[in-house]
């Protein structure tokens, strides 16, 4: 089992840890939603919970919960800038389907 970021989605996260001046690192979850079932959820880390399954990429920490760790395992995080936008991306090789609009996806 594993989740791994790229270079990029890395530096981001330390970059922006540093900035903040607090966290451990990135919070990787799923909650159900959308119009293919579930939904990616990103946040900072700022504490360690007892059933956290932590992985470590990069110098970066990656806490994910039990419950999403089925649907995440083996994702790839990246971190990509197209023009003004700028959001992390996943190469989640659990998925067998997207919406459209590429907010959900199914396992």
């Not at 003004?84 to 919406?99: S, V």
Request: aromatic share 10%; proline share 3%.
């Amino acid at each position: 089992m594993a989740i791994s970021l790229t270079e990029s989605a890395a530096v981001r996260v330390q970059t922006f840890l540093a900035t903040r001046g607090k966290g451990l690192g990135l919070r990787l979850g799923v909650r159900r939603t959308g119009c293919s079932g579930f939904a990616y959820v990103v946040n900072y880390a700022d504490d360690a919970r007892p059933t956290d399954v932590v992985f470590e990429d990069h110098g970066v920490k990656v806490f994910v919960d039990p419950d999403s760790l089925a649907m995440v395992n083996g994702t790839v995080v990246d971190f990509v800038k197209e023009g003004l936008n700028e959001a992390f991306r996943f190469r989640n090789p659990n998925i067998k389907g997207e919406c459209g609009c590429g907010e959900s996806f199914s396992v």
